[in-house]
């Protein structure tokens, strides 16, 4: 039953997943599907976390709308996702940045990491 489950999972899973880790600045391309139109839609934040493994594998972006924090969790091989395009890529120690969640202005901003 493995062997069925893992082949069924191999053939949802995205071919050309973009590269990013925790602390980067993306932004997400959604489909928002709307009565009978389709549109994108573009959700720029930092990311707090990646979890899971595989077609498990969700990735949560946290962004400040009008002085109100907001969080998402986007399944990486989702088709509703049409893409993430990483913007800046940040400098930290952490795998999960819920610290971030208490801060606000400077203080919930992640340093640049220059290559």
Not at 60 to 79: M, Q
């Amino acid at each position: 039953m493995n062997e069925i489950i893992k082949n069924i999972e191999d053939a949802q899973l995205k071919a050309n997943v973009d590269q990013f880790n925790v602390g980067d600045t993306v932004k997400v391309s959604a489909k928002i599907k709307e009565g009978n139109r389709e549109r994108v839609q573009v959700f720029e934040g930092t990311v707090l976390k990646i979890q899971g493994t595989g077609v498990r594998k969700t990735f949560t972006v946290r962004k400040i709308s009008n002085g109100i924090g907001v969080e998402k969790t986007w399944p990486l091989h989702s088709p509703i996702v049409e893409s993430v395009e990483v913007v800046r890529h940040g400098k930290v120690r952490r795998a999960k940045l819920n610290y971030l969640r208490e801060r606000t202005g400077k203080a919930a901003k992640v340093k640049e990491l220059v290559k």
